[in-house]
């Protein structure tokens, strides 16, 4: 037990990085083009269907 403990200290100290906090306009912009990305996305499933859904020879 004493073992896995002392690996298990020493990934955490390995794996301890810091970065700088984004803006909140790189944040907000992020978001905001991913919710765009969607938008789009699901307007145009609306639109055109995929050309996979389509089915063929059926009476």
Not at 4 to 12: E, G, H, I, P
Not at 17 to 29: D, G, M, R, W
């Amino acid at each position: 037990v004493a073992e896995n403990d002392k690996l298990t200290r020493r990934k955490a100290q390995e794996s301890r990085e810091s970065f700088e906090q984004p803006s909140i306009i790189t944040t907000a912009l992020t978001h905001l083009g991913f919710y765009i990305l969607m938008l789009m996305g699901f307007i145009n499933q609306l639109l055109f269907s995929p050309k996979v859904a389509r089915e063929q020879n059926r009476k």
